[in-house]
């Protein structure tokens, strides 16, 4: 066995060393410098970016199956109603990455900073479109909204505020899209474009025996490119929409 | 024919008689006192209650206040605790007032909780000495006096209470022994060990204070503190209070119940309201040395008189003196982390029966001072 040998503090040293724990003691006890945050009643800030709960805006949604088509974990499934398709999310599969609020063009799966959820059973995790949009039910017992300063020591700075948990997105600056011919040679008028556009901006017309018409209406148009990637002959490809406002409308046979 | 009835009344008269010669004046409660004493019956019952030696054991500083203790000094100390440790500490029962009713709150969830007793256990003490362990408890309580209710006076008054209040870690010795389980073995074999290590310091600071009085009688000694005997001798204060926290078994000195170590040591096997009394055996003690403490440093119950309150007023203070001192101990747990027992006993045997032994020896030099 080996034996080691710790020296042993002066007696002067060590009754110091008992003071200032006893003082630390003291002070700590009248004021403490706690860092506590009584959470249902008061309430962190988070930060805009913080990835809740998303939200679901109806009216913006163009029905584009992005979210759908980026979801790593396959959480996203999009549900028909009447003529759209809408995104449903499913709780249980979700690891609220946000990947679909940043693939969302226009800006309709909002991020929330709702995290504290309870769900009554494992079927109403599985929240369909109707269920998304809107604010969840909430109750908010919190009247403080707390937040910490990590410069120097650490402090909490506490606010009589309740803060919003719902975060407002602007729409992304992207360019936008509009469908368009560039082989109408390919085309076999098999309408599959047709039956997909969830605006029904794209109609065919038969001209005669031989030929059929294509029509986009760009108006409609919303450039979420269903028709693109359905198209079995890839007779249509995404144009810039200024480009294509400029150059007219086109219409294409087959 | 006897008569039985005018016997009986008599016993009765002379009993009553007995009883209100020596009761407590309360100014305050007087109306109240004096229209209960119109009453048969009830006033033998009033009579009894007010009786000096009853009132010593049934409120201050007896039961009452052992109660009182138990569930103040137990909610101060975790509050105490963590709000040194950046903690929040009991809050959810009584938000109000910081939850200062949660160990209320505990002991009823004691009272409902099943006693369990296990099958190796010796049942017939195992049951029996956690109530018996009242005996060292109140006993002592008898020989300290709070002014002028008290219930026995002696000459010999400390240093009998202290070797009664001595005697509690046997019954947790035997508490251990009836337990028959290995942690219970070790947290017994633990006390033994360090029972004797700081008995005889906490003694000897006791008696240097009782041989600088030149009396163990309360009165007498409340009567010569022209100052508090904490700055006649400081030292066997000092001596006098680590012993203390030794003997309750506060943190640094917790050796034999360790909860993280070997899960409360003797108490292990215990569950529902039994717990509850075994837990409060430790602030039972430390209440019952601070109220010593109170008397050997603190001048007792010397203070402002409180008018309304009569006798009761001294009773007040000793308790109230006793009450901040334990207040200040409980503290010592946020301070020191527990020690090893080698430790404990080392430091026992050798520091702290230096200090007491200085602390007798600066007593005898106040007796040969003063003459």
Same mark, same amino acid.
């Given at each position: 066995?080996?034996?080691?040998?710790?020296?042993?503090?002066?007696? %002067?040293?060590?009754?110091? =060393?008992?003071?200032? $724990?006893?003082?630390?003691?003291?002070?700590?006890? /009248?004021?403490?410098?706690?860092? #506590?945050?009584?959470?249902?009643?008061?309430?962190?800030?988070?930060?805009?970016?913080?990835?809740?709960?998303?939200?679901?805006?109806?009216?913006?949604?163009?029905?584009?199956?992005?979210?759908?088509?980026?979801?790593?974990?396959?959480?996203?499934?999009?549900?028909?109603?009447?003529?759209?398709?809408?995104?449903?999310?499913?709780?249980?599969?979700?690891?609220? &990455?946000?990947?679909?609020?940043?693939?969302?063009?226009?800006?309709?799966?909002?991020?929330?900073?709702? %995290?504290?959820?309870?769900?009554?059973?494992?079927?109403?995790?599985?929240?369909?479109?109707?269920?998304?949009?809107?604010?969840?039910?909430?109750?908010?017992?919190?009247?403080?909204?707390? @937040?910490?300063?990590?410069?120097?020591?650490?402090?909490?700075?506490?606010?009589?505020?309740?803060?919003?948990?719902?975060?407002?997105?602007?729409?992304?600056?992207?360019?936008?899209?509009?469908?368009?011919?560039?082989?109408? @040679?390919?085309?076999?008028?098999?309408?599959?474009?047709?039956?997909? &556009?969830?605006?029904?901006?794209?109609?065919?017309?038969?001209?005669?025996?031989?030929?059929?018409?294509?029509?986009?209406?760009?108006?409609?148009?919303?450039?979420?490119?269903?028709?693109?990637?359905?198209?079995?002959?890839?007779?249509?490809?995404?144009?810039?929409?200024?480009?294509?406002?400029?150059?007219?409308?086109?219409?294409?046979?087959? | 024919?006897?008569?039985?009835?005018?016997?009986?009344?008599?016993?009765?008269?002379?009993?009553?008689?007995?009883? #209100? $010669?020596?009761?407590?004046?309360?100014?305050?409660?007087?109306?109240?006192?004096?229209?209960?004493?119109?009453?048969?019956?009830?006033?033998?019952?009033?009579?009894?209650?007010?009786?000096?030696?009853?009132?010593?054991?049934?409120?201050?500083?007896?039961?009452?206040?052992?109660?009182?203790?138990?569930?103040?000094?137990?909610?101060?100390?975790?509050?105490?605790?963590?709000?040194?440790?950046?903690?929040?500490?009991?809050?959810?029962?009584? !938000?109000?007032?910081?939850?200062?009713?949660?160990?209320?709150?505990?002991?009823? !969830?004691?009272?409902?909780?099943?006693?369990?007793? %296990?099958?190796?256990?010796?049942?017939?003490?195992?049951?029996?000495?956690?109530?018996?362990?009242?005996?060292?408890?109140?006993?002592?309580?008898?020989?300290?006096? $709070?002014?002028?209710?008290?219930?026995?006076?002696?000459?010999?008054?400390?240093?009998?209470?202290?070797?009664?209040?001595?005697?509690?870690?046997?019954?947790?010795?035997?508490?251990?022994?009836?337990?028959?389980?290995?942690?219970?073995?070790?947290?017994?074999?633990?006390? *033994?060990?360090?029972?004797?290590?700081?008995?005889?310091?906490?003694?000897?600071?006791?008696?240097?204070?009782?041989?600088?009085?030149?009396?163990?009688?309360?009165?007498?000694?409340?009567?010569?503190?022209?100052?508090?005997?904490?700055?006649?001798?400081?030292?066997?204060?000092?001596?006098?209070? /680590?012993?203390?926290?030794?003997? $309750?078994?506060?943190?640094?000195?917790?050796?034999?119940?360790?909860?993280?170590?070997? *899960?409360?040591?003797?108490?292990?096997?215990?569950?529902?309201?039994?717990?509850?009394?075994?837990?409060?055996?430790?602030?039972?003690?430390?209440?019952? =040395?601070?109220?010593?403490?109170?008397?050997?440093?603190?001048?007792?119950?010397?203070?402002?008189?409180?008018?309304?309150?009569?006798?009761?007023?001294?009773?007040?203070?000793?308790?109230?003196?006793?009450?901040?001192?334990?207040?200040?101990?409980?503290?010592?747990?946020?301070?020191?982390?527990?020690?090893?027992?080698?430790?404990?006993?080392?430091?026992?045997?050798?520091?702290?029966? #230096?200090?007491?032994?200085?602390?007798?020896?600066?007593?005898?030099?106040?007796?040969?001072?003063?003459?």
């Amino acid at each position: 066995m080996v034996r080691i040998k710790v020296e042993k503090p002066k007696v %002067h040293k060590s009754v110091a =060393l008992h003071i200032k $724990a006893i003082t630390t003691a003291f002070k700590e006890a /009248i004021s403490p410098g706690t860092i #506590t945050i009584h959470y249902p009643r008061e309430r962190r800030k988070l930060p805009d970016n913080f990835r809740g709960l998303l939200q679901l805006d109806k009216e913006k949604c163009i029905n584009c199956f992005r979210c759908a088509h980026i979801c790593p974990a396959n959480a996203i499934q999009m549900y028909q109603r009447e003529n759209k398709y809408y995104p449903g999310i499913d709780y249980t599969k979700c690891i609220l &990455c946000h990947f679909c609020v940043d693939s969302c063009p226009t800006a309709a799966l909002k991020p929330s900073k709702i %995290h504290d959820v309870a769900f009554a059973s494992l079927s109403t995790m599985v929240l369909p479109p109707e269920e998304l949009a809107g604010e969840p039910e909430m109750w908010r017992e919190d009247t403080v909204t707390v @937040e910490y300063d990590f410069d120097g020591d650490l402090k909490m700075i506490k606010r009589k505020e309740v803060e919003n948990l719902i975060v407002e997105v602007e729409k992304p600056k992207r360019p936008e899209f509009v469908a368009g011919a560039a082989f109408p @040679e390919n085309c076999i008028a098999c309408r599959i474009c047709v039956n997909s &556009c969830p605006q029904n901006a794209i109609t065919f017309k038969l001209q005669d025996l031989q030929t059929m018409v294509l029509e986009i209406d760009f108006e409609k148009c919303t450039g979420c490119m269903v028709c693109i990637r359905n198209c079995p002959t890839q007779t249509l490809l995404p144009f810039r929409r200024e480009e294509v406002l400029k150059g007219g409308e086109s219409d294409e046979q087959g | 024919m006897v008569d039985v009835s005018g016997i009986v009344s008599g016993i009765v008269e002379k009993i009553f008689a007995a009883l #209100t $010669a020596n009761m407590v004046n309360i100014p305050i409660l007087e109306p109240l006192i004096n229209k209960l004493l119109q009453i048969p019956l009830v006033n033998l019952v009033v009579a009894f209650i007010l009786w000096k030696p009853a009132f010593v054991i049934l409120f201050v500083p007896g039961l009452l206040a052992v109660t009182v203790v138990l569930l103040i000094m137990i909610w101060w100390e975790r509050k105490l605790t963590a709000r040194i440790q950046w903690r929040v500490g009991p809050k959810e029962v009584s !938000r109000r007032t910081g939850g200062i009713i949660q160990t209320l709150a505990d002991g009823m !969830r004691y009272m409902f909780q099943e006693v369990i007793i %296990h099958r190796d256990a010796h049942k017939l003490y195992f049951l029996q000495l956690p109530i018996l362990s009242f005996i060292p408890v109140l006993l002592p309580i008898l020989l300290i006096p $709070a002014g002028t209710i008290y219930a026995i006076r002696s000459p010999y008054a400390i240093q009998i209470a202290v070797a009664l209040t001595a005697l509690l870690p046997i019954f947790i010795l035997g508490i251990g022994w009836s337990a028959n389980n290995r942690f219970a073995f070790i947290g017994t074999v633990r006390e *033994a060990f360090l029972y004797v290590a700081y008995e005889i310091p906490l003694m000897i600071a006791v008696l240097s204070m009782v041989l600088l009085y030149k009396s163990g009688d309360p009165f007498v000694i409340v009567e010569k503190q022209w100052i508090p005997g904490i700055f006649m001798n400081p030292i066997a204060f000092i001596a006098f209070l /680590i012993g203390m926290v030794m003997a $309750a078994g506060r943190l640094p000195f917790d050796i034999s119940e360790a909860d993280q170590e070997i *899960a409360f040591g003797p108490f292990v096997e215990y569950s529902g309201i039994i717990f509850g009394l075994v837990m409060g055996i430790a602030y039972e003690k430390l209440y019952l =040395l601070s109220l010593i403490a109170a008397i050997l440093f603190f001048g007792g119950w010397s203070g402002p008189e409180i008018a309304f309150l009569g006798e009761l007023s001294y009773a007040i203070w000793l308790f109230l003196k006793a009450f901040v001192l334990m207040g200040f101990i409980v503290m010592v747990r946020a301070i020191y982390g527990r020690y090893r027992l080698d430790q404990a006993l080392k430091f026992g045997w050798s520091s702290l029966l #230096t200090f007491s032994l200085i602390g007798f020896f600066i007593s005898a030099g106040w007796v040969i001072w003063l003459g």
